[in-house]
């Protein structure tokens, strides 16, 4: 034991290649697998993007050669294309309302669920359900409900309530496309909600019940400041995805009637697709994404004054 104890160390210059030696190994090692995601990244996120920033400066029409054409596209989409402001006004009012009820019930929704005492996973389980469903699919079943002379119409006739067909009314279109984003939708956040609630500790609540705080108190006060951070990342997720809302419009109204349900997702697909305006759905898509950074900007900057992080 004695002689191997007085055997010399490895020189410190050795030790430090050896080491320099395995880490650039490692650094291969890593880069190899993760080679297949980068060129995956690069090639449908990274690529597109940038061919999109690029094809807003043309007048790309699907078929042809691609020609520069500068910021017409942007002047045009302000100043000379009387459908834009309407379509951005039906765009923002879809998510106003969607956003505003979505976070309103499913919170009602958590906190009912997280009051009983039994059946909380089936429940859950139960208002998950159609988020694993293709929003294609749900569209097209709620509009066999909302046809004229469909299911909506024999229901409302059978509590002698007359009113036009959801989808052919120009006052009613836009809400029977919240209400199918909503059933589609707000198992999401009811779920996120209920989990945050459910991690509340106990012995805050059981503290405030002590010194008398009823149930609005200990929801008000304690709970619901509490899971803001989760409420908040909820509400940014959900404006952004309203923002997009494409699928509902696409199958069940067409952007109608008359131009009542047209939303910027629908009019860059209508633009590029059908009129085959690749440019200019670029530059509507990037007219759209600035639009998302500026809503989840204020959000982030709205954060401050109402969410509160438990250090």
Do not use: C
């Not at 020189?11 to 395995?22: C, D, F, H, S």
């Not at 709620?142 to 409302?156: C, E, Q, R």
């Not at 309203?242 to 199958?251: E, W």
Request: glycine residues 6%; without cysteine; aromatic residues 16%.
């Amino acid at each position: 034991m004695a002689a191997i104890d007085n055997l010399p160390a490895a020189p410190v210059a050795a030790r430090k290649r050896w080491g320099n030696r395995l880490d650039r190994l490692e650094a291969r090692t890593a880069f190899f697998f993760l080679l297949p995601g980068l060129i995956g990244m690069i090639l449908f996120l990274v690529v597109p993007i940038v061919a999109s920033v690029v094809l807003s400066f043309t007048n790309w029409k699907l078929l042809g050669q691609p020609q520069f054409v500068g910021i017409s596209n942007y002047v045009r989409l302000f100043t000379a294309d009387p459908q834009f402001w309407p379509v951005l006004r039906n765009t923002l009012f879809f998510t106003a309302e969607y956003l505003v009820l979505n976070i309103v019930i499913s919170l009602g929704l958590a906190v009912w669920i997280s009051s009983l005492k039994y059946g909380q996973k089936w429940f859950r389980v139960i208002f998950f359900l159609p988020t694993f469903t293709p929003g294609i699919a749900v569209a097209i079943v709620w509009m066999l409900i909302f046809a004229p002379n469909g299911f909506f119409d024999f229901v409302m006739g059978s509590l002698s309530i007359h009113m036009p067909s959801m989808l052919t009314d120009q006052k009613l279109a836009m809400q029977a496309v919240v209400i199918v984003s909503l059933w589609a939708g707000v198992g999401y956040n009811t779920v996120l909600f209920n989990a945050a609630l459910d991690m509340v500790p106990k012995n805050y609540l059981e503290a405030a019940r002590i010194d008398g705080a009823n149930a609005w108190d200990r929801f008000w006060k304690i709970r619901l400041p509490l899971i803001s951070p989760t409420l908040f990342f909820g509400t940014v997720m959900t404006a952004i995805t309203s923002l997009q809302v494409f699928d509902q419009i696409y199958v069940m109204t067409r952007g109608g009637p008359g131009n009542a349900t047209a939303t910027l997702g629908y009019t860059i697909y209508q633009r590029g697709f059908q009129n085959f305006q690749m440019g200019y759905a670029s530059t509507i898509a990037w007219v759209m994404f600035a639009l998302i950074m500026a809503l989840t900007a204020m959000q982030f900057w709205l954060q401050r004054k109402w969410v509160h992080y438990d250090n």
